[in-house]
């Protein structure tokens, strides 16, 4: 997985307040700001060109399935490789001063991108046009419409959700001299809400995944070729 976040910062001064606001005043001022200057979302995504390896033996599926994917399986005629990646970057904030001692901070634009890099393996020994070799590449194709579908799902995910992440985590009042110090943070809060819908898309495609991946879905594929 890999993370890539670029900070912009920008201050545009508001006239200042003969008196200092309430907090609790400010706060409803920010969110108001924010949500009449909504972030631009950019969601991108993309399913990667599928490759395809038919070199290995069985022995070597079974160390790439324990090594990639963390799974220990032996005799594998097939495996499919997702390598789904996401990152986070061009989240841009801007602070707009509300009176002479408060600013609101918000994100004026968020992007995130999410990607797989599919590889197929076929055991190097299956006959290309056998019944085997087919019912086989047929299973990993399965695996690679899951993925596809669990991606398009994610990417509707993120873009209803990212919005309402920024409004939790990157809106916030705070003084001048509290800026450079706390925007960091605002960053890494919102990196860890967008980090916690990807763990769920994570969890739920390894799901889809062992449901293909049963005996009993094995055993009739075998009984197809009989």
Same mark, same amino acid.
Request: hydrophobic content about 40%.
């Given at each position: 997985?890999?993370?890539?976040?670029?900070?912009?910062?920008?201050?545009?001064?508001?006239?200042?307040?003969?008196?200092?606001?309430?907090?609790?005043?400010?706060?409803?001022?920010?969110?108001?700001?924010?949500?009449?200057?909504?972030?631009?979302?950019?969601?991108?995504?993309?399913?990667?060109?599928?490759?395809?390896?038919?070199?290995?033996?069985?022995?070597?599926?079974?160390?790439?399935?324990?090594?990639?994917?963390?799974?220990?399986?032996?005799?594998?005629?097939?495996?499919?490789?997702?390598?789904?990646?996401?990152?986070?970057?061009?989240?841009?904030?801007?602070?707009?001063?509300?009176?002479?001692?408060?600013?609101?901070?918000?994100?004026?634009?968020?992007?995130?991108?999410?990607?797989?890099?599919?590889?197929?393996?076929?055991?190097?020994?299956?006959?290309?046009?056998?019944?085997?070799?087919?019912?086989?590449?047929? #299973?990993?194709?399965? #695996?690679?419409?899951?993925? #596809?579908?669990?991606?398009?799902?994610?990417?509707?995910?993120?873009?209803?959700?990212?919005?309402?992440?920024?409004?939790?985590?990157?809106?916030?009042?705070?003084?001048?001299?509290?800026?450079?110090?706390?925007?960091?943070?605002?960053?890494?809060?919102?990196?860890?809400?967008?980090?916690?819908?990807?763990?769920?898309?994570?969890?739920?495609?390894?799901?889809? #995944?062992?449901?293909?991946?049963?005996?009993?879905?094995?055993?009739?594929?075998?009984?197809?070729?009989?």
């Amino acid at each position: 997985m890999r993370l890539l976040l670029y900070l912009i910062f920008f201050i545009a001064l508001f006239p200042a307040s003969t008196s200092a606001m309430s907090f609790r005043y400010a706060e409803q001022k920010c969110r108001q700001i924010y949500l009449e200057n909504p972030p631009e979302i950019a969601v991108k995504y993309n399913y990667g060109d599928l490759k395809y390896d038919f070199s290995k033996t069985r022995d070597e599926l079974a160390k790439i399935n324990k090594e990639v994917l963390g799974v220990e399986k032996n005799n594998l005629r097939g495996l499919t490789s997702l390598e789904p990646n996401i990152k986070i970057e061009g989240l841009q904030l801007r602070g707009e001063g509300i009176d002479d001692a408060k600013f609101c901070v918000y994100p004026v634009k968020i992007e995130v991108s999410v990607a797989m890099n599919p590889i197929i393996y076929l055991d190097k020994s299956l006959k290309k046009g056998t019944c085997e070799y087919k019912v086989t590449l047929r #299973h990993e194709y399965t #695996h690679i419409d899951i993925g #596809h579908t669990a991606l398009n799902l994610l990417v509707k995910a993120l873009n209803r959700q990212l919005p309402e992440f920024a409004a939790t985590t990157a809106v916030r009042v705070m003084s001048p001299d509290e800026i450079a110090d706390k925007a960091e943070k605002l960053n890494q809060d919102f990196q860890q809400k967008v980090l916690m819908l990807w763990q769920i898309f994570i969890n739920t495609l390894n799901q889809q #995944h062992e449901l293909l991946d049963t005996p009993e879905n094995y055993k009739r594929e075998t009984s197809l070729c009989r």
